[in-house]
């Protein structure tokens, strides 16, 4: 025998239901009359990690946490940085570390990130380089490029208007590989609608760059800075800077840093801290071969720092074991690092939405029927 109900049950279930549907009535007065305004924002970029802005964001506060890590890691082996000696000697107390533990590449890359150019010595490693694809102010400088020019060649060939401009003053020419595309080892989705043409894009001077100007009638060979062959070239950005310019970087870097100021900062040197507002480099990405050879710890941290508050965050990094294998029992001192810039906008870090591929061009009516027919 089924439980009898009270009525009273019955009653509030009916009125429950009577308020659902009350609530529910497009015209119902029980409805409130607030109607939300639409969302409006700017395009943001997706990335695999979502909006590229939070990515980025994201990644700071990974980065910032790892400076502080840095701090602490100084205070154990230091305690100050004149104590910090760049590999330890194989003797008791044995530190666990060498100097490339102080710099990590903590930030993450909020694109994919892909060797490009050759396995071994001559590929770098970059982050979102699909970014440049079709970009079409693209302008790359590859400043003490070696012979081995894979990297810029697949570089060109999977982007569509990306300018080259080329500086190596122990190079008569521009490389060969840059205008020879048989031997790039690229398969037809990695270049997706190119590959493309090289010609015309190559800007080679046999120039070196340096943290100063010696390019009169009397110097043999002639050099120049960052800032000066950006002034000379009418380029404001760059959107891929390689540097490769064994042990003139530090020089060279420091000299295009302080020159980014309004008032002519001179050249960064560790007489002074580096001051909290560091202007702003003109540089999306920075793929960079280190030499230590031998720098003392003190002056390339405080280097280090410039880059830093310049906008620059490690993203990769790469010991060279080339250099290792051929000069044994020496120490690990070539290292390569990719930078990206957090501060200057740029189609890496900032929601700057690069112009989607070119329509393929439409075909005349009668030329579709006369191949058809």
Not at 105 to 113: L, Q, T
Request: include cysteine.
């Amino acid at each position: 025998m089924l439980p009898r109900r009270h009525p009273r049950y019955t009653i509030l279930l009916g009125l429950l239901l009577l308020g659902t549907l009350a609530l529910l009535l497009p015209d119902s007065p029980l409805r409130s009359s607030y109607t939300p305004r639409p969302h409006i924002s700017t395009p943001h970029v997706q990335t695999e990690t979502g909006v590229l802005s939070a990515s980025v964001q994201r990644a700071e506060r990974v980065y910032q946490r790892m400076l502080r890590m840095r701090e602490r890691l100084i205070t154990k082996y230091g305690p100050r940085p004149e104590n910090i000696v760049l590999f330890p000697p194989d003797k008791d107390p044995w530190p666990a570390y060498t100097v490339w533990d102080f710099f990590p590449p903590a930030f993450n890359c909020p694109h994919e990130i892909e060797r490009v150019g050759a396995l071994g010595d001559g590929g770098k490693w970059v982050c979102g380089l699909s970014r440049l694809r079709h970009k079409e102010d693209c302008v790359i400088y590859s400043v003490g490029s070696p012979a081995d020019a894979s990297f810029e060649a697949e570089v060109l060939a999977r982007t569509e208007f990306c300018q080259l401009f080329l500086y190596d003053p122990s190079s008569s020419s521009a490389p060969r590989a840059l205008t020879r595309q048989d031997n790039l080892d690229l398969a037809p989705e990695d270049v997706e609608d190119g590959p493309w043409d090289a010609h015309g894009r190559v800007h080679f001077k046999r120039w070196g760059v340096a943290g100063w100007e010696a390019h009169g009638p009397d110097d043999k060979v002639k050099l120049y800075t960052l800032q000066s062959l950006m002034k000379a070239n009418g380029h404001t950005h760059i959107d891929l800077l390689k540097v490769d310019l064994e042990g003139w970087e530090f020089d060279a870097l420091s000299t295009f840093v302080a020159a980014q100021s309004p008032n002519g900062l001179p050249p960064y040197t560790t007489a002074a801290p580096v001051p909290e507002d560091v202007p702003m480099l003109p540089v999306g990405q920075m793929l960079l071969e280190l030499h230590l050879w031998g720098r003392p710890f003190p002056d390339l941290l405080h280097w280090w720092t410039v880059l830093e508050r310049a906008g620059l965050r490690a993203t990769a990094s790469e010991p060279n074991l080339v250099y290792q294998n051929y000069n044994r029992g020496q120490s690990s001192e070539l290292a390569d690092y990719t930078f990206v810039n957090v501060r200057t906008p740029n189609v890496f870090t900032s929601e700057l939405t690069p112009p989607p591929p070119p329509p393929a061009p439409a075909r005349d009516e009668e030329e579709v029927v006369s191949k058809e027919s």
